[in-house]
């Protein structure tokens, strides 16, 4: 399908299938060191399923780089002369209210419910006293991750409500000067090359840097492998928007650009390789490069399997809650089932909240902020 002017609000049900499998791998990733191992039969599946959990994050990464990358281009100016003023005020409306929302109910938990327990450390445990300072102010400037790399040992861990928060500084970093930096570089070849240069030394930095004797810790590397993807995603979102009429008219080379990515992405999901998540990017890339072009991806018996996907944001940030409260519940069941319940329940509340909260907050903080201009 391909991409047309003032269709940013239109959802593209691949790019929902691609954001269910990454917010699954996530929750998966959450879910399995709080059960019992699964029966023989399931449990290398599992093991290896759950084990992509923090790959799950790079595919979020490279998906916000197309869809941020979209909404810039049908917006205001359009990629060569974006109106930051108009970036800023979506990207605020869309990010804070939820945010906000999170941290609060996270202290309220924290008052409620702190008692010590592994399970209560597990999902909402705070920095330890005297160290807060940090935490709260690499949290509110978006900036958690060097954050928790710098303080992690000081705050001697802190739960997964938390920690997440990582990926949304990243995501942050990364876009609070990308349309800055498009209005700069004025022609589309100089922002394919941007994006190039930008996915490159992300993608190598941690290599070259420990190649020049330079010690990169594991999770500095991630911070920086990450940065890549997103500009991967907006790659994709400009190749899709130049040759998105010729895939839509060669459903075959669709397919197989669509099954490739599959056979990159397979080794993520069966290897014991640490190394095999740079399969990742292209994987995804040419799945959705192909996958986006072809018509059994909109079908409606797929909406179901979308969902969490299209309410992967709340699904993110509330499904460690959900877990904290279902977790006693979810003890009783095989890892099948316990795996369906914990997704179905967070991926209901999450709609809940988009349809009731987030939505209505959007508008009130996109009107707000317009009524200045």
């Not at 008692?115 to 330890?128: E, N, Q, R, V």
């Not at 394919?192 to 004797?213: K, P, R, T």
């Amino acid at each position: 399908m391909p991409l047309n002017k003032d269709s940013t609000n239109q959802n593209i049900q691949c790019i929902d299938l691609v954001r269910s499998l990454a917010i699954l791998m996530v929750m998966a990733g959450h879910l399995k060191p709080t059960l019992p191992l699964p029966p023989p039969a399931f449990r290398w599946g599992w093991d290896h399923f759950q084990r992509t959990g923090p790959d799950g994050v790079l595919v979020f990464f490279l998906v916000s780089g197309f869809l941020i990358t979209r909404i810039i281009d049908e917006g205001l100016g359009g990629i060569l002369q974006p109106k930051w003023k108009y970036f800023y005020i979506r990207r605020i409306a869309r990010l804070l209210p939820l945010f906000l929302f999170q941290i609060c109910l996270g202290l309220i938990l924290v008052w409620l419910f702190s008692d010590g327990s592994k399970k209560f450390i597990y999902c909402f445990k705070l920095p330890d006293p005297g160290t807060e300072f940090s935490f709260w102010v690499s949290l509110f400037t978006f900036s958690f991750n060097w954050g928790s790399a710098v303080f992690s040992k000081a705050w001697n861990g802190v739960g997964h409500h938390w920690s997440i928060f990582w990926s949304l500084a990243v995501e942050e970093q990364f876009y609070l000067f990308y349309p800055l930096i498009l209005g700069f570089l004025g022609k589309l070849k100089n922002v394919v090359g941007f994006l190039l240069f930008a996915a490159l030394v992300s993608f190598s930095g941690g290599f070259l840097l420990n190649a020049m004797g330079v010690v990169v810790p594991v999770d500095v590397a991630g911070y920086l492998f990450s940065y890549g993807h997103i500009a991967a995603g907006a790659l994709l979102y400009l190749l899709v928007k130049r040759y998105g009429s010729f895939f839509s008219k060669n459903s075959r080379v669709s397919f197989i650009l669509m099954a490739a990515g599959l056979v990159l992405m397979l080794p993520v999901f069966i290897s014991d390789w640490g190394r095999v998540n740079f399969l990742i990017a292209p994987g995804i890339f040419l799945f959705l490069l192909g996958g986006i072009h072809l018509r059994f991806f909109q079908s409606g018996y797929l909406k179901l399997l979308a969902a969490p996907g299209k309410y992967s944001y709340g699904n993110y940030l509330f499904h460690v809650a959900v877990l904290f409260f279902i977790h006693p519940f979810l003890w009783n069941l095989n890892i099948i089932l316990a795996f369906a319940v914990f997704v179905i329940l967070s991926t209901v509340i999450s709609a809940l909240s988009f349809r009731f909260f987030e939505t209505p907050a959007n508008r009130w903080v996109r009107e707000t902020g317009n009524s200045f201009s």
